[in-house]
């Protein structure tokens, strides 16, 4: 609810608007009969908006607005003028009021018109506040982020730069924050180009021109991508990036944000191919390289003989506990179509459970590589990286593995066991205070009971 001081020499008045504002709960009113006694009040109560009257004895509405903008009060003023009174709008303009209203003999409709011009006002100053209260909530939720993040507003100028930010691209804030022209896209591919936040509202057509790989895509909403870049050493990196666009109150947009991620280990070697302009993974060691484009679906796959190949696997590994022969029986439906992300997902789990786990992650790898966006073959991913990462005393694997299982909780957000996972894995790192984050994080989950669990697409098909 929005808190205006209204200032007026009529008590009639004042006591008709506060009954109004109490009726329509869009506005908290509070009143005094002077100008004198409003400046007294505010150095210590601030509101959201100021209506004065302009005809009022000892200091009109004209010179109490000529004072507050003086002292660099800044919050939005609109002048209440009497039939006739046009100059005085005139100069109350001029003078930094956002608003004039005529009184009329409708007190009703003037309520009406005043609570429209209090909230564009307020709105209007929100946005015109030039990096001031915009650039403070961009910049808070940038900060906020673990993840390396920047914000660039409506005109592409960078307006957050946080710290992991400039920890991954060894940048600090202070080259990049209000730049433009791309140059944010520097130390990620040693050129200036578009980046996911400037391709918010761009096509899928337009953003897979420019080597990006989509993995979710939401209108309105995030966009979630993969692309390779150049570090300034010349070295190549794979890039995770999320974006998104952001909006005030009214709809209008404001800032798009980034968040980007190094996934070089987890997806080892990402290519793009100019004559299909989609993102192909490619294989582990020991796997055959594919050039197909990624899975678009495990049903549309699956087809005559694979789905019964794939259904043997299934009841093989799940009832029978018959590892070996399930991997004998899915790697006969990839002898038909090798392109199929779950059934690798099932093959490297059998070899998880033979206690293979080269194996294993081997043929997890290329199941994410073929479905990079699918939350359960993310979660075996990171699960088996965990696994290796603790019996070998690892931080390699068990860093990866956090990578992962954050990708996950971009995907599912309310996973208990994914947000508990990243906590174990910053356990064994030695981090305790980011591993109490994530277990408090499970733990809220839990005891809210919004746990979204990951169902594997096996239970689905049978």
């Known amino acids: 609810m929005l808190s205006v001081l209204l200032i007026d020499d009529e008590p009639a008045l004042l006591e008709v608007f506060r009954l109004f504002s109490e009726r329509s709960q869009e506005m908290s009113i509070h009143t005094t009969q002077s ?3 409003a400046l007294e009040l505010l150095p210590e109560k601030t509101y959201d908006a100021i209506v004065v009257d302009y005809d009022m004895p000892e200091i009109d509405g004209i010179e109490f607005l000529k004072i507050l903008r003086s002292e660099g009060d800044t919050t939005p003023v609109i002048i209440f003028t009497g039939v006739g009174h046009e100059r005085t709008a005139i100069e109350a303009i001029n003078q930094g009021a956002n608003f004039y209203l005529k009184k009329g003999e409708n007190p009703e409709m003037q309520f009406r018109e005043l609570v429209t011009m209090v909230k564009t006002a307020v709105e209007k100053t929100y946005l ?6 915009t650039r403070r909530v961009i910049t808070d939720l940038i900060n906020f982020s673990s993840d390396p993040g920047f914000a660039i507003d409506h005109v592409g100028k960078v307006v957050a730069w946080n710290t992991s930010m400039e920890q991954l691209t060894d940048t600090p804030a202070s080259d990049m924050m209000e730049k433009s022209d791309y140059i944010y896209a520097e130390p990620f591919f040693r050129t200036r180009r578009k980046m996911l ?3 918010v509202f761009e096509p899928d057509d337009e953003i897979k021109r420019l080597k990006y790989m989509i993995v979710s895509r939401v209108d309105k909403g995030p966009i979630i991508a993969v692309t390779k870049g150049i570090k300034r050493d010349g070295s190549e ?3 995770w990036a999320k974006a998104m666009p952001l909006y005030d109150g009214q ?3 404001i800032a798009a944000v980034e968040t980007v991620r190094d996934v070089t280990a987890t997806f080892k070697d990402i290519v793009i191919h100019d004559e299909s302009q989609d993102a192909v993974a490619h294989p582990a060691e020991g796997v055959s390289p ?3 484009k990624p899975a678009k679906g495990f049903f549309d796959k699956i087809l005559g003989k694979t789905t019964s190949f794939y259904k043997e696997g299934i009841m093989l590994y799940t009832q029978d506990k018959r590892y070996p022969d399930a991997i004998v029986a899915f790697n006969k439906a990839l002898e038909i179509d090798d392109k199929l992300p779950h059934v690798w997902n099932e093959i490297g789990l059998c070899y998880r459970e033979m206690g293979d786990n080269k194996s294993a992650l081997k043929s997890l790898l290329r199941a994410v590589e073929l479905a990079p966006e699918n939350p359960e073959l993310l979660f075996n991913l990171g699960e088996t990286l965990e696994m290796i990462g603790v019996l070998y005393m690892s931080n390699k694997y068990l860093e990866s593995a956090i990578q992962t ?4 909780a971009n995907v599912v957000p309310n996973n208990a066991s994914t947000w508990n996972h990243i906590g174990v894995c910053y356990k064994e790192l030695g981090k305790t205070e980011e591993s109490k984050f994530y277990f408090d994080r499970s733990r809220d989950i839990h005891i809210w009971k919004k746990d979204t669990p990951i169902i594997p697409d096996r239970d689905k098909f049978l």
Do not use: D
């Open 35 to 37: 100008a004198k006694e």
């Open 237 to 239: 990196w794979t890039l």
């Open 290 to 292: 594919q050039t197909a």
């Open 251 to 253: 709809g209008n947009f």
């Open 405 to 408: 299982f954050k990708m996950v």
């Open 197 to 199: 936040a400037n391709l």
């Open 128 to 133: 015109g506040k030039n990096l001031g209260t």
